[in-house]
């Protein structure tokens, strides 16, 4: 179900949990600023969530309200992410959605890193 990209934050949303550690999760990657791991309902061989760990419910929210460290450290964090896990040579994709139109399911800023074959032209 699409959620609201606006708002306030609702700390009880999956994401809040999962940094939390109130909910597993098949972590990829941490540093101080970013968690990413394993969409549990992968669109692609290989789908990554990376999230933030301050909360910000959409782009807008991160990108007015984030210290320019930590939008820096979200940024080379997926480069890294995409990097390590060899998906530079292929290709891969890199997405956020943002309210409903969007169908943004939880309501916490977050970025999909998809590849491991080939991916469908992007609908427009």
Known sequence: MAVNGTG?????NIFAKILRGDIPCKKVFENDWVLAF???APKA????IIIPKKPYVSFIDFSKNASADEIAAV???TGQIAADLKLEESGYRVIT??????GQE???FHLHL???KALPPFPV
């Not at 306030?8 to 009880?12: A, F, R, T």
């Not at 061989?45 to 990554?48: A, E, F, I, L, T």
């Not at 959605?97 to 969007?102: H, P, W």
């Open 114 to 116: 998809l590849g491991g």
């Open 45 to 48: 061989p290989v789908h990554v």
């Open 75 to 77: 940024m080379q964090s």
């Open 8 to 12: 306030p934050y609702n700390p009880d």
């Open 106 to 108: 939880v309501p916490h």
């Open 97 to 102: 959605n943002a309210g409903q139109n969007a």
């Open 38 to 40: 394993h969409d549990i």
